[in-house]
């Protein structure tokens, strides 16, 4: 599910692109890489013990057309060029014999961004947006899972037989954007904006068989997501390259409430550093 999840991200970013108006007198084109270097303590975190991850770093293109009338579009799409090594463990027992699994994995994040904004006056500018989130734990498909139980009072499936932990959110964004120009080249900006998503989550109980532990039934919940994305960019623009470096910092939070049944939720907290190169066509 994993990967339909990301090509569909992919296929639906191509559609967004591809509507936006050609090149013409009255838009300006910018496209470019964006890349993101980012720390993530993710929501379902307090539902194990130890929980330990390393950053992940992501990347992917970033396009944008200004109409004359004021209004940008801007489409961008991450993907993960490397995994978050994530080790946790998961404790419980079974007719009174504990078991502790530990869980040496990888979790991995795709996102994707469209805005369409309004500058209000020289410096300001407003923006509507759509958010997509797809998380992943157990990754899989990409690294070796490996579980066993530190107690020794269990067999254990091997990592392989163990499934991904997924969620997946969209919803609409709401925020501004404000623009100091320092010179003819070098500006500073900061923006904030509103979240909220629905997010979808599938997840798998632990089966206990005698002395042997496999993955269970698979659950599934529903969660409304709210929070904030703000950042803080630095921008240079090489004019005899019509193109602009972009140095900045990214922080995303968002609170989870349960639609159902579903268990009780850490805040989830992304955040780190980004670098963007766009050329203006």
């Known amino acids: 599910m994993k990967r339909f999840i990301v090509v569909s991200m992919i296929i639906g970013a191509s559609v967004v692109f591809m509507s936006i108006p050609q090149k013409s007198h009255a838009a300006d084109h910018t496209i470019g890489i964006y890349t993101f270097e980012a720390w993530w303590e993710p929501s379902?975190?307090?539902?194990?013990t130890d929980f330990n991850t390393k950053p992940v770093f992501l990347a992917g293109p970033?396009?944008?057309?200004a109409l004359e009338n004021g209004i940008t579009i801007t489409g961008l799409v991450l993907l993960p060029l490397s995994d978050g090594n994530t080790s946790y463990n998961v404790e419980g027992s079974s007719s009174g014999t504990p078991y502790n699994l530990h869980f040496d994995t990888s979790m991995t994040r795709a996102?994707?961004?469209?805005?369409?904004?309004?500058?209000?006056?020289?410096?300001?500018?407003g923006f509507l947006g759509f958010k997509a989130i797809l998380n992943c734990l157990n990754d899989s498909d990409d690294t070796e899972l490996t579980v066993k139980d530190t107690l020794g009072n269990y067999s254990v499936s091997s990592g392989?037989?163990?499934?991904d932990k997924i969620s997946f959110g969209y919803g609409p964004a709401v925020g501004a954007t404000y623009t100091i120009p320092l010179n003819d080249f070098l500006f500073i900006s900061a923006g904030t904006s509103l979240l909220y998503s629905r997010f979808y989550v599938e997840d798998l109980e632990i089966a206990v068989t005698g002395t042997a532990i496999a993955e269970g039934k698979e659950v599934k919940y529903n969660y409304n997501a709210f929070g904030n994305n703000s950042t803080l960019n630095f921008t240079c623009y090489i004019d005899s390259l019509s193109t602009s470096i972009i140095l900045g910092g990214r922080f995303q939070v968002l609170k989870y409430i349960a639609a159902d049944n579903g268990p009780d939720l850490a805040n989830d907290y992304f955040y780190g550093f980004t670098i963007s190169a766009l050329y203006h066509i």
């Open 62 to 65: 970033i396009y944008s057309v």
């Open 111 to 125: 996102d994707f961004d469209l805005t369409v904004s309004y500058k209000f006056i020289q410096n300001l500018s």
């Open 44 to 48: 379902f975190r307090n539902q194990y």
């Open 160 to 163: 392989s037989e163990w499934d």
